[in-house]
């Protein structure tokens, strides 16, 4: 029997987001009742909550380019990133924070 190439695409695919989901789905689980679970997940946790933090804040302020806080003195922006222009903007746009966008 053989098995048509679209049909290993759609299990491939729809397993690999069911295992990407996990971590998610079971830290909201076990979050305790009074805290937030923010999706940060792995070793890199921090590291995400911090990029964050600072680049969509820099679009919401107004900036196209960003500057790279991790890479010692910077001179000037050279940084460009869709996700965080997309969510400063949209942050600008609707008055809300950039934690709720």
Not at 35 to 43: E, Y
Not at 54 to 72: I, S
Request: charged content about 15%; overall charge positive.
């Amino acid at each position: 029997m053989r098995i048509r190439e679209g049909t290993i695409l759609v299990v491939l695919v729809a397993g690999t987001a069911a295992l990407i989901s996990f971590p998610p789905i079971y830290g909201r689980a076990i979050c305790p009742p009074d805290k937030h679970f923010l999706g940060f997940t792995g070793l890199y946790g921090p590291d995400q909550a911090f990029y964050l933090a600072w680049g969509p804040r820099q679009a919401q302020d107004g900036y196209l380019l960003f500057e790279d806080k991790y890479n010692g003195p910077t001179e000037r922006r050279m940084v460009f990133n869709l996700l965080w222009l997309v969510m400063g903007w949209t942050a600008r746009l609707t008055g809300l924070g950039v934690a709720t966008v």
